[in-house]
């Protein structure tokens, strides 16, 4: 039966919510989905990077390298630019990454017997498990680094700075026994950057 315009609302009862109708919402949803149809071409446009994107990945990742697992033993990094570079479980014997820009690289669980990193820049990385034996790390600069667990066992550290860095106790005692000298890019005391 058909109500007259003029009929009053049918009363809801108390706790029940009012539903729309479909009727009602079709010419709003008509209108939204329109207006969404005729500025996607120009919001795609906007948004496409696609062209760039290999671009932007370069941007963010150019120096960065991946040696990860790698035999890198004898070979010359020197003064090459290798921040946020990864050597994790890399094997680099008697390799020389003398003057090396190492800022944030990752060497975890490296072995690096008799490498020369002389003057390189180390801060901030992460050298946890890794085997410096016998290295050359006189003038390098490992101002926050992570070492725990780290062999620096017959390492020449005269005139490096550790600064901040994270070292097993044993090992701060040890680097204490030969630590001198100032470290020539930061001006720190050696033995003061270890809290000799």
């Not at 800022?103 to 390189?120: K, N, V, W």
Request: charged residues 15%; negative net charge.
């Amino acid at each position: 039966m058909a109500h007259s315009p003029s009929a009053p609302p049918i009363p809801m009862p108390a706790g029940r919510r009012r539903r729309w109708r479909p009727l009602v919402l079709a010419p709003v949803l008509a209108a939204v989905l329109g207006l969404a149809l005729w500025l996607l071409p120009a919001a795609t446009l906007a948004l496409d990077t696609s062209t760039g994107v290999g671009l932007q990945e370069r941007a963010l990742f150019q120096d960065t390298v991946d040696y990860t697992l790698t035999n890198q033993s004898g070979k010359d990094f020197s003064g090459q630019q290798l921040a946020n570079a990864s050597f994790a479980g890399a094997t680099g014997k008697g390799a020389s990454f003398s003057g090396a820009n190492l800022h944030g690289a990752i060497l975890t669980q490296g072995a690096f017997p008799d490498a020369d990193f002389s003057g390189a820049d180390l801060s901030e990385a992460l050298l946890d498990r890794v085997d410096l034996s016998g290295t050359d790390l006189r003038g390098a600069v490992l101002s926050g680094v992570i070492a725990t667990g780290a062999n620096f066992s017959g390492a020449q550290i005269e005139a490096a700075d550790f600064t901040g860095a994270l070292l097993d106790r044993f090992d701060q005692r040890q680097l204490c026994q030969r630590a001198s000298g100032t470290n020539p890019v930061t001006g720190a005391d050696t033995r003061t950057s270890l809290e000799c």
